[in-house]
Every structure is written in structure tokens, then in C-alpha cells.
T-cell receptor
Framework: KNQVEQSPQSLIILEGKNCTLQCNYTVSPFSNLRWYKQDTGRGPVSLTIMTFSENTKSNGRYTATLDADTKQSSLHITASQLSDSASYICVVGSGRGGYNKLIFGAGTRLAVHP | NAGVTQTPKFQVLKTGQSMTLQCAQDMNHEYMSWYRQDPGMGLRLIHYSVGAGITDQGEVPNGYNVSRSTTEDFPLRLLSAAPSQTSVYFC???????????FGQGTRLTVV
């Protein structure tokens, strides 16, 4: 069964600190891995998309890594800000024919405190 | 650009009622999809479309219908609402199969 597991479920950090969120997946066939940020009451917003051949991608203070051999990904947030408080969702794209079905993790809820 | 627009933002239905959740995108995207988000779970795919006139079922299609008569619009119909359909519904679109998916702001539906 295709699954995406994220850890931790929730995390509290102080403003200015760094943090790393984890994602393990068992999805086949693998097409790509995405990280999304979801603010409360809003839709998810894309942070990064990585294909099989990419092992790191950055978007400002967000850096995602991918190890396709161990089927693990991480999202590192540098110098956190209050606006980083949100849920971060790991999503794996599974290509079957003409449509890339997205399999979502349950998310990590991050709270950044002053 | 408005992106992906969903209406309504909130809705309360009685069991057995029917309604349509609207989704429109102005980015000329071929791929559109509907998801539901329940507490403690990842988003689950209800139905998707790879272009006008083409739709297919996702992971949890029962109780929902879709149609895609134009590239821009992808409405989701609840045929006979049940309390188990209480959820937050998101519509998404993408240009190509492996490109970024853009999500609407969601519709919070409560069935009583």
C-alpha cells in the first residue's frame, strides 16, 4: 500500500532556531516528492518539487533533501520566523499513465514561538 | 490572476441534501482534482480530470460526482449528503502531470 509517513506530528521551536522535518515513503511507482506549507484555514502552497535524480532543492530558508535509495526526505527550515507556523505536508507523486496521483502525508504541525 | 477559486467557503447541509461545490481556475491548466482533508489524515483524492470531457475516480469517490465541460471549471456534486462527508474539500490544478499543483482555499462542509 502506498504510504507517506511524517515525523514528528507536531513541533514547537523558538523564533530564530532551525528545525528539520522528516518524511518516509513507500510509494510505487515514484514520480516526484513535494513539500507543501499549509497555513490554518488555507489551501496547501508548494515549497519544492524534487524528481528521482535530485537530492536537494532550496526555496529561500527552506531546503528539502531526498534519498531515493532509503525513500526518505527531509525539510530543513533555517532561522525560523513566526510566519513559519503552519503544517508542512510531504507529498509523493506516483505516475500511472497520464496522471500523477499525489499521496499525502498527514503533515507536521510547526509552531514558532517568540 | 485569481488562481484556483472555490465556492462556497463554508456550507452546512442536512443529511440527504445535495449540493455542488464549485471550482474554477484561470491558469489554463489541464489537470484538475478534488481532495478531502480530515483531521489527522493526509488529503485524499476524490476525483480528477486530465482535460475537458475526461474524468476518473480517485481513492474515495463514493457519494460524489464530477464533470468537466470546460478547461476552467470542475464542479464536485454531493448526491445525498451524509455525516461522513463532513470534511474540508480542496480543489487543485496543475499545468502538466509533474508540475506544481495549485490549491484553492478550501470549502468547509458540515453535514448534520
Amino acid at each position: 500500500k502506498n504510504q507517506v509517513e511524517q515525523s514528528p506530528q507536531s513541533l514547537i521551536i523558538l523564533e530564530g532556531k532551525n528545525c528539520t522535518l522528516q518524511c518516509n515513503y513507500t510509494v510505487s511507482p515514484f514520480s516526484n516528492l513535494r513539500w507543501y506549507k499549509q497555513d490554518t484555514g488555507r489551501g496547501p502552497v508548494s515549497l519544492t518539487i524534487m524528481t528521482f535524480s535530485e537530492n536537494t532543492k532550496s526555496n529561500g530558508r527552506y531546503t528539502a533533501t531526498l534519498d531515493a535509495d532509503t525513500k526518505q526526505s527531509s525539510l530543513h527550515i533555517t532561522a525560523s520566523q513566526l510566519s513559519d507556523s503552519a503544517s508542512y505536508i510531504c507529498v509523493v507523486g506516483s505516475g500511472r499513465g497520464g496522471y500523477n496521483k499525489l499521496i499525502f502525508g498527514a503533515g507536521t504541525r510547526l509552531a514558532v514561538h517568540p | 490572476n485569481a488562481g484556483v477559486t472555490q465556492t462556497p467557503k463554508f456550507q452546512v447541509l442536512k443529511t440527504g441534501q445535495s449540493m455542488t461545490l464549485q471550482c474554477a481556475q484561470d491558469m489554463n491548466h489541464e489537470y484538475m482534482s478534488w481532495y478531502r482533508q480530515d483531521p489527522g489524515m493526509g488529503l485524499r483524492l476524490i476525483h480528477y480530470s486530465v482535460g475537458a470531457g475526461i474524468t476518473d475516480q480517485g481513492e474515495v469517490p463514493n457519494g460524489y460526482n464530477v464533470s468537466r465541460s470546460t478547461t476552467e471549471d470542475f464542479p464536485l456534486r454531493l448526491l445525498s449528503a451524509a455525516p461522513s462527508q463532513t470534511s474540508v474539500y480542496f480543489c487543485a490544478s496543475s499545468l502538466l502531470r509533474d508540475t506544481e499543483a495549485f490549491f484553492g482555499q478550501g470549502t468547509r462542509l458540515t453535514v448534520v
